[in-house]
């Protein structure tokens, strides 16, 4: 195996694009059925990639069941962007393992981790 590429399902593939794009993700790649509107995205920040996709119909998105958790080189700066965009579950200046994190909800609740070495 040479890696893994995650993706969550979310009721709304486009508003999600936005939301990531809006704290500092790329959007690398899209699909849309004509009609359908946007059913993939494919997120990416540096080599980090993972992929929205729509939740399946009549299921419900359970966000607690996955969370993103990506490693970074720097974080500084990154809690000031995301103060008025996310739910801030808390800031570690230094875990147990030895990095520095912001742990939030994104615009779905899914949670969202990220890590890089302390200053």
Not at 2 to 31: N, Q
Not at 35 to 41: I, Q, R, V
Not at 75 to 104: D, H, M, P, Q, S
Request: aromatic letters at 14%; proline letters at 4%; glycine letters at 6%.
């Amino acid at each position: 195996m040479t890696s893994i590429l995650p993706f969550i399902r979310v009721p709304d593939v486009a508003f999600a694009k936005s939301w990531y794009e809006s704290i500092g993700f790329k959007c690398i790649g899209t699909h849309e059925e004509p009609g359908c509107g946007l059913d993939w995205a494919m997120m990416c920040w540096d080599e980090a990639m993972f992929m929205l996709y729509p939740q399946l119909e009549n299921t419900v998105t359970n966000a607690n069941n996955c969370g993103l958790y990506f490693k970074m080189d720097s974080i500084n700066g990154l809690l000031e962007n995301l103060e008025n965009k996310a739910k801030i579950i808390e800031t570690v200046a230094r875990t147990e393992y030895g990095r520095k994190e912001i742990t939030f909800y994104d615009c779905y609740d899914f949670q969202v981790t990220f890590s890089s070495e302390p200053d």
